[in-house]
């Protein structure tokens, strides 16, 4: 997971070319369902969700998406996306998409006023604390990636950990 500290990603993804068919990876995290407690494992056709338990979960706690796709006969490609947990993604984007909605409407609003020769002050005003809504949202959602980085680590460990296993170990 080599993400740079420059980019600006709020949902980190990877890539991992696999060595073994995708329903071995598959059945290695069937396993890891019942063997282990720390993490939730839930599994739907070649989708694979890792979360925190419920009492171990926080507000920006994140979730590890996995899909393991057939990449030729006798390998497999990963695709592992970060994220929250999808409703507070839905919130978050749902706050986005309100104030990008406002900031448009008073841009609608204030150049009414500006072609009318009336008072556009007001408009000009919500405008600028919209935009500064807006860095909040964004400057909150990297606080809360941040905060979480040590949960992301540990999922991606245990990922690490599911798919370098060997069947005869257990």
């Keep these: ?25 598959l059945e290695q995290f069937q396993m890891a369902k019942t063997n ?3 993490f939730i494992v ?18 920006w706690s994140p979730q590890l998406h996995l899909e393991i796709n057939e990449d030729g006969e006798k390998t497999a490609i990963l695709h592992g996306v970060f994220g929250p947990n999808p409703t507070v993604w839905t919130m978050f984007m749902f706050f ?18 500006w072609a009318l020769d009336n008072s556009y002050v007001v408009q000009l005003g919500v405008m600028f604390l919209l935009v500064i809504l807006w860095f909040v949202l964004y400057f909150a959602g990297r606080i809360g990636k941040d905060s979480s980085k040590e949960e992301m680590h540990d999922l991606y460990d245990f990922m690490i950990e599911v798919i370098n ?5 257990k």
């Design 36 to 38: 282990q407690k720390k």
């Design 42 to 59: 839930s599994i739907i056709d070649d989708h694979v969700f890792l979360k925190l338990p419920k009492d171990k979960q926080q507000f």
């Design 165 to 169: 296993e060997k069947p005869n170990n």
């Design 96 to 113: 986005h998409f309100i104030v990008a909605g406002l900031f448009i409407a008073f841009a609608i609003w204030a150049y009414s006023n």
């Design 1 to 25: 997971m080599s993400i740079k500290k420059q980019d600006i990603v709020l949902r980190p993804r990877f890539k991992k070319l696999l060595n073994k068919k995708n329903t071995f990876y």
